[in-house]
């Protein structure tokens, strides 16, 4: 990979102070409190760890920043805007953008598609904007070039014609990694983005992460494994029972006695291995009729309705093809949940 695969998002004038601050954002679910956060920020340019124990609330965190989830209050402000109560495809068109935890993809497309559809307009010009055939036949071509870049950055390039579909449940994490980015965010938020990935693979994912910031791409993910935590993190923020209980380097965070207590106290009581499986997808509407939406608008309306297919990202032990670095369990593909009939 050469920097300028990932370019095309460099910081601009405006680019001071955190890019992303956000203020007393709560989420209950029945009587439980999912969310409390009363503050929360990622410098620019950052690389920010989440950590938490099973159910701490960092998900459900992730859905209400990009609007996959409605908050029940609280306000943050990206990039200058307040972006509480705006919509997915919305906040996605700002520049923030992020992955699932169990990767969303359109499985009767190709790998090369699906990042394809990551795109949206670098100027920020409508779709409608360019009738000129040969204008659009141009942006056409570039497209489909850094689709197949990007895929191959993120360690797809030998697949880049299968239907995703196909793909392990590791592979779509990958896609999702490479079309997040065809979308040229500014914040990229990744939930649990090595889970189930090929270990043969991660050392190469960690790489392609660290990049990003160098691009103008900050990052929030959700992590479980604390070796990947301190490799790549400027900052970790611990969640548990919904709040912040912990920030700081990845060495003072893992020695703080309130996140030794939340992991201990946890089912799990594992700080190193805490993955939470659980998919919950919320089927909602999708408001593709406004002719002002961006491609990765689109996408990220898309991606809340039924029309995608996940994969139980676990991946059993002892199944991975050593000679074939992308290749994860093929047994994951008779997991595979069935998307609607197109
Ligand atoms: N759609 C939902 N309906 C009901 N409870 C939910 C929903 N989403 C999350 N929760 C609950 O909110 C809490 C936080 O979950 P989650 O955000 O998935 O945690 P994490 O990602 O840290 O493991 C858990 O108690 C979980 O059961
Ligand atoms: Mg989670």
Redesign the pocket.
Known sequence: MTADVVSSSAPGPTSTGPILVATDVE?S??G?T??SVDRFEVDRGSIVALI????????????LLTGF?RADRGSWVFEGADLAGSHAYQIAQRGMVRTF?TARVFPRLTVLDNVRLGAQSQRGERLTASVLPWRWKAQDAALATRARELATWAGLGEKVDDLAGTLSGGQRKLLELARAVMSAPTLLML?EPMAGVNPALRQSLLDRISELPGEGITVLF?EHDMDVVSAISDRVVC?AE?RIIASGTASEVAADEAVIEAYLGGSSGDLRD?G?Q?V?A?PRDVPVGDEAVGEAGVVAAALQADHVETVDDELPAGRLHADDPTADDPADDGTATEGPAS
């Open positions: 989420k679910f029945g439980v999912a969310v938490g124990p099973n159910g701490a609330g960092k998900t459900t965190f992730f859905n989830e935890q939930d959700v969640m919904g805490m939470d659980a919950r919320t």
